[in-house]
């Protein structure tokens, strides 16, 4: 039997053959015999090929001045770039790719539909992973992980010609694209490419197995490729919806009208459609949602960027004076003035390479700062205890890794009606050990009040230069407000206050529900921190230390 991430990926491949417009597709994979055999295929595809570095500059992209030929001639040569030619783009070990290389390509994505993208994705750890936003743009992914040698047998060919001419004859049902998005709205994907994704697929698969129309089948399988790795979140099932809403009045006449209907109406239902995505869905969603959500507009969690002129990961360079410090990058000069040579020499009447100031191109660099994890930990209630026994052991799991990752920790614990700093940012495992083993428990829940001291933390943090990010640990709402009284609502209204001033001050956070179930109070404080929002009930000190990594970027 054919193992099914590997008969879904050469059937997504036979589809974007069939339609470009797809955008393209993310591999998951490692360099081996097995990604081998899949390229094999992608190299049998009818558009032109070209392979594409993390590290490829702008002019290989776009094309721009040949900078030899042009001194050489002493006329201006533009060289055609690679996005000039409409092809197939392959993008290796695509989970380094830079922000500004994804957005570049996602905007070629966006205005062409004549190119498609294989991003090789070689990621060895969960986190490492494909730009979302230009992930977002390729309808399809695929993870061979689990894929062996024995499995990746070459797909038997196709008639691509005959199948892009019946796509152009390919019809569909005006409740196709309601279905998919409705389907999608529940698995919480709010890009609106997705359902347009998955009517394409749909009608790229009828057209390869020779349809007129879109079919329930070819729905059901283009939900599933084009919606399962995009979930944001589980379908709610009936005793969800039963709880949620108030039981009504049975009505005769609508009952009667919903039996008719049904009868007339013999479409797959939603709920296998539902099912066709649930059947993909990882075992691991909620660490890969979360780490999709911090890298969401964040970077990638390790620091905050900072530009300077002397180290660091290289930056395109910019116009700017000889100053203290700076650096000329001597080719972008050259290219600068190479343009203008000839009309400065017939000015100047003077020979030679001749360089005005407004040519100087000076190097810059983007260097990480440390970061500091501020874990504000709930120790209220009588369930205190096996929250903080995680919280300890997720520190010092995190704090094993600090000196590879730069990492400090600090330890905030609210409880009763005030909170403390228990550990200062440190990087010492044996001090932490120390400062957490009389962890007190017990008292009230002053969440406020231990978001403000994390806040304090925070700004302090920043003051010398670190970037900070607040992880905040608790299983239930707020009772005690900022003046210490017992007041649910009054301390409900606190924490969202001091919420809006975390964001304000672009503080970095995470909110960790450890209650029996999700709390919709957190899920709205998430919100208003613009934070990710990780709902792990039972959670231990290892699944907790892999979690807040993940939606950390590390």
């Known amino acids: 039997m054919a193992n099914p991430d590997w008969s879904r990926a050469t059937l997504a491949l036979h589809l974007l053959a069939i339609d470009p417009g797809l955008g393209g597709m993310a591999i998951r994979a490692r360099s081996g015999p097995v990604r081998d055999v899949l390229m094999a295929q992608i190299k049998t595809l009818p558009q032109p090929q070209h ?27 533009q060289e055609q770039g690679l996005l000039s030619v409409p092809g197939t783009l392959i993008l290796a070990m695509a989970e380094r790719a830079t922000t500004s290389l994804a957005a570049r390509l996602a905007v070629t994505l966006d205005k062409s539909q004549l190119h498609c993208l ?24 695929a993870d061979l992980s689990n894929v062996s040698i024995a499995d990746a047998e070459p797909a038997e060919p196709i008639d691509i010609d005959a199948a892009r001419a019946q796509l152009a004859r390919v019809t569909h049902g005006l409740d196709v694209l309601e279905r998919a998005a409705r389907i999608a709205a529940q698995f919480g994907i709010d890009s609106m490419r997705a359902p347009l994704f998955t009517l394409r697929a749909a009608r790229a698969l009828a057209a390869l197995l020779g349809k007129a129309s879109v ?53 797959i239902p939603d709920e296998m459609l539902l099912e066709a995505v649930k059947a993909l869905l990882p075992d691991n969603l909620l660490e890969r949602l979360a780490a999709r959500k911090a ?5 990638n969690g390790s620091g905050a960027a900072r530009k300077g002129n002397r180290r660091g990961r290289p ?30 020499r017939q000015a100047s009447g003077r020979e030679g390479l001749q360089i005005r100031p407004a040519d100087f191109r000076i190097k810059r660099f983007e260097e990480k700062s440390d970061r500091l994890l501020i874990f504000t930990v709930d120790a ?43 550990l200062p940012p440190t990087r010492s495992l044996v001090q932490t050990k120390r400062r957490l083993a009389a962890l007190p428990g017990g008292g009230g829940t002053p969440l406020a009040a231990g978001m403000v001291t994390a806040f304090d933390q925070a700004i302090q943090a920043s003051r010398r230069g670190l970037t900070p990010t607040i992880a ?12 210490g009284r017992g007041d649910r609502k009054q301390a409900a209204d606190d924490a969202q206050q001091i919420a809006r001033l975390l964001r304000a001050h672009g503080i970095d956070a995470l909110v960790i529900d450890t209650g029996n179930r999700p709390e919709p109070a957190l899920k709205a404080l998430a919100a208003t921190l613009d934070a990710a929002y990780l709902p792990m009930p ?13 939606a950390l970027g590390d």
């Not at 905040?472 to 003046?483: E, K, P, S």
């Open 538 to 550: 039972r959670a231990d000190a290892k699944r907790l230390s892999a979690s807040v990594s993940a």
């Open 295 to 299: 890298r969401t507009g964040k970077g």
């Open 118 to 141: 294989i991003a090789l994705d070689e990621g060895a750890e969960p986190d490492e992973v494909l730009n979302p936003k230009l992930a977002e743009r390729l309808a399809f992914n």
């Open 472 to 483: 905040i640990l608790t299983d239930g709402r707020a009772n005690v407000a900022l003046d």
């Open 380 to 422: 209220s209630g009588s369930a205190a205890l096996n929250r903080l026994a995680e919280a300890k052991g997720a520190v010092e799991l995190l704090l094993a890794q600090a000196y590879a990752r730069r990492d400090h920790v600090a330890l905030v614990a609210f409880r009763g009606t005030d909170a403390e700093l228990l």
């Open 51 to 77: 392979r594409l570095h993390p590290a490829i500059s702008d002019e290989a992209l776009f094309g721009g001045l040949d900078l030899s030929a042009t001194l050489a001639s002493g006329e201006i040569v």
């Open 315 to 344: 930056l395109p360079s910019r116009e700017g004076r000889l100053a203290d410090g700076a650096r000329l990058d001597i080719v972008a000069t050259l290219r600068t003035a190479a343009p203008w040579q000839v009309i400065r």
């Open 215 to 267: 079919d329930d089948k070819d729905l059901e399988v283009a939900c599933a490729l084009t919606l399962a790795h995009r979930a944001t979140q589980m379908p709610q099932t009936e005793e969800d919806q039963e709880e949620e809403t108030p039981p009504q009045p049975p009505d005769q006449d609508s009952e009667q009208s919903q039996d008719d209907e049904d009868s007339d109406n013999l479409e």
